[in-house]
């Protein structure tokens, strides 16, 4: 347990659903990160939150659209996705100082797209 | 962004100590290795970091040589508990003091009884 939660903890939608990714944290962290796993492939980072700012999008398609209210809560907002997009999608958090931030990950929400 | 190189797979016997290698012959001097592990279908845990010195904590061991391009994690009791994917990472600094980690594929340990 890591203190990092994420909701619905496996999800199956179609292509024209909308539907939310929920990750929350209490561990007093300020930055917030999305990562996406595929299978067989190393995790991507997709997003960063810092403070509640964005501060990395590493190219995500905007059928993907984070949300950060506060530094406790982290949102990801899927419409329109493509089978392709079925994945283990991951959140992490971390201090928000220098070089030794160390992420804590939750346990990942597991997709798939029909 | 500096790279790591790392085995793709190592068997360990249970009870033995496990030592997984990593290569990152472009660090830089402010960069820190990271490792963590990622249990099947479960979000990465994190293990040990360091920057110049070796590291130790309740769960592993990290050597990191003097020119800085290459550890070791060790795994002094290997369990079957800690047959997962292993990512040796370097730490790249990001805009507004916020990291990133670039996950390779790891060394996937099989701890075998």
Same mark, same amino acid.
């Given at each position: 347990?890591?203190?990092?939660? $994420?909701?619905?903890r496996h999800l199956v939608m179609g292509m024209t659903n909308k539907k939310s990714l929920k990750c929350? $944290? !209490?561990?007093? !962290? /300020?930055a917030m990160y999305w990562y996406k796993q595929s299978a067989k492939k190393p995790l991507e980072l997709m997003f960063v939150y810092n403070f509640k700012e964005q501060t990395e999008n590493n190219s995500v398609p905007s059928r993907f659209s984070p949300e950060c209210p /506060? %530094? %406790?809560h982290l949102f990801l907002h899927l419409h329109t996705l493509q089978p392709e997009d079925s994945a283990l999608y991951l959140c992490a958090s971390s201090p928000p100082s220098g070089p030794q931030e160390t992420q804590y990950f939750g346990p990942g929400t597991r997709l798939l797209v029909l | 962004d500096a790279k790591t190189t790392q085995p793709t797979s190592m068997d360990c016997a249970e009870g033995r100590a496990a030592n997984l290698p990593c290569n990152h012959s472009t660090i830089s001097g402010n960069e820190y290795v990271y490792w963590y592990r990622q249990i099947h279908s479960q979000g990465p845990q994190y293990i040990i970091h360091g920057l110049k010195n070796n590291e130790?904590?309740?769960?592993?061991?990290l050597i990191i040589t003097e020119d800085r391009k290459s550890s070791t994690l060790i795994l002094p009791h290997a369990t079957l508990r800690d047959t997962a994917v292993y990512y040796c990472i370097v730490w790249s600094h990001g805009s507004s003091n916020t990291g990133k980690l670039i996950f390779g594929q790891g060394t996937t340990l099989q701890v075998k009884p």
């Open positions: 347990e890591t203190g990092v939660t $994420q909701t619905p929350e $944290q !209490h561990l007093g !962290h /300020n /506060n %530094s %406790s | 130790t904590n309740e769960m592993a061991s």
